[in-house]
Structures are given as structure tokens and as C-alpha cells.
């Protein structure tokens, strides 16, 4: 008869959303962190170190090691688009004339068309005096997450996008083309290819 030895008991230490791979779509998990125990009778009395930290989907009760959470889910790739389109487009407006019609209007129509149909120029307001107010520290978080999810042709095509608003109202101005190099930095652009993209965008401007 077994009257001591070592138990792993599982505690929830939090909750969320994952990609399972198991079940192949976004599923809520919990997140779970072993204690082994020295126990005499079954009864806990010296708490060892922790083990087995996993995450369990709650569909198929799968586990995953925590770096899962790594993987975007579903969601946040359709969200990823349409907010690194609006960190991208504020921070070009900021760096321009952010009261400039034809500017303005160019970065609603991006973002619109990178899936939010509804945005207009009052919700552009707001994210114009949200963003001013973190003083372009908005930026880098959404870049870097589309970043992750955008082939290096769909970057460049991103960042000509972006660089198309700063032209809407004329010439890029020097501000303008640091806004834009920032963009494409947390793009994952190096400083020649950024400075590759947005000549051409200018010369492609000029020639229209
Ligand atoms: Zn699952």
C-alpha cells in the first residue's frame, strides 16, 4: 500500500482566447499551473516546485504549452488590417496637415476599404487626438502585429498606401517622410528598402 509519494495538483491561474490547433479555429482556454506535492495518504504536505504549465482549450481539452498564445487567432488577423491601416494613417495625417481635406479623405477610404465600411471622419477625429496624445507611441504595436501576418510585397503596397495620403495634398514634407520610415521600420522594412518604396510612390505621384 502506497502511503506517500508525489501528487501534481492543477490550479486555473487565467482565462482567454487561443487558436487551437487541435480544433482549428479560435476557443476559449484555461490556463493551468501544476504543484507537485509530497503527500502521505493523498493528503498535500510539502509543497514542491511548480510543473506542467499548459493552456486547455475548453472545447477539445486539448493542452498547449503557453507559447500558443504566440499565434494570432482569427479575430485579431481580421482586426490586425484595419488597425495597423489606422495607426499607419493617423500618424501620416499628424505628420502633415491633419485638417487637409484631400488628405483626410484618403485615409478614410483606407480604412474603410481595410474593413471598416463604417469609419468616417468623426470617428477620424477622435483617433487624431487619441493618437496625438500618445505622441505616435500608438504605432508600433499594430504595425508590428500585421507585420507578422503581411509578405514583404503586401508590406511595400502597405506602406505605398500610406505614403499616398502624405502626397494627397502635395509634396511629402520632411516630417511627412520620417512618418513614413517610421511606418515601414515597424513594417519590418530596412531604411533602403523604405526609402526604395516611398521614392517610387512620389515619382508615381508626380507622373499622374
Ligand atoms: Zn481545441
Do not use: K
Request: glycine share 10%; charged share 20%.
Amino acid at each position: 500500500m502506497l502511503i506517500f509519494g508525489l501528487r501534481v495538483c492543477f490550479r486555473t491561474v487565467g482565462h482567454g482566447m487561443f487558436h487551437c490547433q487541435r480544433c482549428g479555429g479560435d476557443r476559449g482556454y484555461r490556463h493551468r499551473v501544476g504543484r507537485r506535492w509530497f503527500h502521505i495518504f493523498y493528503i498535500p504536505v510539502i509543497r514542491l516546485g511548480r510543473t506542467g504549465e499548459h493552456l486547455q482549450c475548453l472545447d477539445c481539452r486539448g493542452r498547449f504549452r503557453t507559447g500558443v498564445l504566440a499565434i494570432p487567432t482569427a479575430a485579431q488577423m481580421e482586426e490586425a488590417l484595419p488597425a495597423g491601416t489606422l495607426a499607419a494613417a493617423t500618424c501620416m495625417l499628424l505628420a502633415g496637415n491633419p485638417g487637409s481635406r484631400p488628405a483626410r479623405r484618403r485615409a478614410v477610404d483606407a480604412i474603410r476599404s481595410a474593413g471598416r465600411p463604417a469609419y468616417d471622419e468623426t470617428a477620424l477625429d477622435e483617433d487624431l487626438v487619441r493618437s496625438a496624445v500618445s505622441g505616435g507611441d500608438d504605432v508600433a504595436a499594430p504595425l508590428n502585429t500585421l507585420a507578422a501576418q503581411l509578405a514583404v510585397p503586401a508590406r511595400e503596397w502597405f506602406l505605398a498606401n500610406v505614403v499616398r495620403i502624405g502626397l494627397a495634398d502635395g509634396q511629402l514634407s520632411d516630417e511627412q517622410r520620417l512618418a513614413a520610415r517610421h511606418v515601414a521600420a515597424n513594417l519590418g522594412l530596412t531604411a533602403a528598402h523604405a526609402y526604395g518604396v516611398i521614392t517610387r510612390t512620389e515619382e508615381g505621384a508626380t507622373a499622374e
